[in-house]
């Protein structure tokens, strides 16, 4: 079964530090990758995604994500964190299949809060 | 983007009762999932509900605690039965994105609290 860890429960940072929340899978196959963001109040929402290709992957807002396969890890990264990044950032996985869709699997989520 | 829509936002319910929950999509779809996020826990697949067939529930998971009706290509219910305290949780739907099956989009979420 796949499995997600995520290694940060709660991070704090000041406004324009620099962010990585890491992100660890368990999955001999081959699967897509996902950062979801959820802004309190607000929906989960795509943040960006892996499927195949270049393992930088760039989503909204300034975030990037590294696809490290040796290392079953998806970090994500934003440079410079501004105050409107506060937020639970949640890893998601599923199986990279051609017959349709997968369920995800989430890992525990990280909360992210920027202080000014 | 797929436009989802969840009834109820929120509920406060008593301990033995039910509530169902109404989750209704823009387009036509043909599977849907059904996620339990629990306070301060992530979010947990409950089942895979696809148009026209029984619901596909997750290990720990029942349909006798958890029924799902899929009457359409646009609309599901999950209901939550004979709740307990242990059942508070937010209760999502997603659906995969057209011609991308590998994303998802989420429902706003019912936030259920079980007194």
Same mark, same amino acid.
């Given at each position: ?53 270049? =393992? ?22 934003? =440079? ?22 997968? =369920? ?13 | ?12 319910? @008593? %301990?033995? &009762? ?14 849907? /999932? ?6 301060? @826990? ?13 619901? &596909?529930?997750?290990?720990? /998971?029942?349909?006798?605690? /958890?029924?799902?009706? %899929?009457?359409?290509?646009? /609309? ?20 995969? %994105? %057209? ?13 259920? &609290?079980?007194?």
């Amino acid at each position: 079964a796949q499995s997600v860890s995520q290694h940060n429960h709660h991070v704090i940072l000041s406004e324009a530090a620099s962010l990585e929340l890491g992100c660890n899978y368990s999955y001999g196959g081959t699967v897509n990758l996902f950062w979801y963001v959820q802004y309190p109040g607000q929906h989960l929402q795509l943040l960006l995604k892996y499927f195949s290709g270049d =393992p930088l992957v760039k989503g909204i807002k300034g975030f990037e994500a590294e696809f490290i396969k040796s290392k079953f890890s998806f970090n994500l990264r934003k =440079p410079s964190v501004q105050w409107s990044d506060t937020a639970e950032y949640f890893c998601a996985v599923n199986k990279n299949i051609n017959s349709g869709n997968t =369920p995800l699997v989430f890992g525990k989520g990280t909360r992210l809060s920027v202080i000014a | 983007s797929a436009v989802i829509s969840q009834k109820p936002s929120r509920d406060i319910c @008593q %301990r033995g &009762t039910s509530l169902t929950i109404q989750c209704q999509v823009d387009s036509q779809v043909t599977m849907m /999932f059904w996620y339990r996020q629990q306070p301060g @826990q992530s979010l947990t697949l409950i089942a895979t509900a696809n148009q026209g067939s029984e619901a &596909t529930y997750e290990s720990g /998971f029942v349909i006798d605690k /958890f029924p799902i009706s %899929r009457p359409n290509l646009t /609309f599901s219910t999950l209901t939550v039965s004979n709740m307990s305290p242990e059942d508070s949780s937010i209760y999502l739907c997603s659906v995969p %994105r %057209r011609g991308l099956y590998n994303e998802q989009f989420f429902g706003p979420g019912t936030r259920l &609290t079980v007194l």
